[in-house]
């Protein structure tokens, strides 16, 4: 098992003729990337410093059911999305994405990985584990 933690992030091309959110509710005022989803995701629930969570309402005009496509919008400049922290840490530092809100985050995501029973044992499940969770190791 391990754990992803998100954050908010936008290109610093979405800011040159908008204002940076400084709390949470001026969310509803940008396009904010969503995933598609039933229901629509239309609600982000942000955790400040202190672990008290708080729920905005977001909207935009860009939705997609694909992760990566996501991220591309959002290093494109279309809006604020949501990116895992160490890929926003990494493009903080190269100048291509912004922190949004950075008091805040998103509740960590727990990564697991399932397989038949009796499996572990087999070669390429072993080695599949090994590449998958230092995949995550470099992403988490």
């Not at 935009?60 to 840490?89: H, M, Q, W």
């Not at 399932?114 to 599949?128: D, I, N, P, Y």
Request: with cysteine; proline share 5%; charged share 20%.
């Amino acid at each position: 098992m391990h754990s992803v933690s998100w954050a908010l992030a936008a290109a610093p091309r979405y800011f040159a003729s908008r204002h940076k959110p400084k709390i949470p509710s001026d969310l509803s005022e940008h396009v904010c990337l969503r995933i598609v989803s039933n229901p629509p995701q239309n609600e982000w629930s942000l955790i400040d410093a202190q672990g008290n969570v708080e729920t905005v309402h977001v909207a935009g005009n860009f939705e997609a059911d694909d992760s990566r496509v996501l991220a591309d919008a959002t290093y494109a400049g279309l809006g604020i999305g949501i990116r895992p922290e160490k890929e926003l840490a990494a493009a903080v530092e190269a100048g291509t994405l912004v922190r949004v809100l950075p008091r805040y985050r998103f509740a960590s995501m727990e990564v697991y990985a399932l397989m038949s029973k009796g499996t572990s044992h087999l070669a390429r499940v072993s080695t599949f584990l090994d590449f998958f969770s230092e995949l995550l190791k470099k992403e988490a």
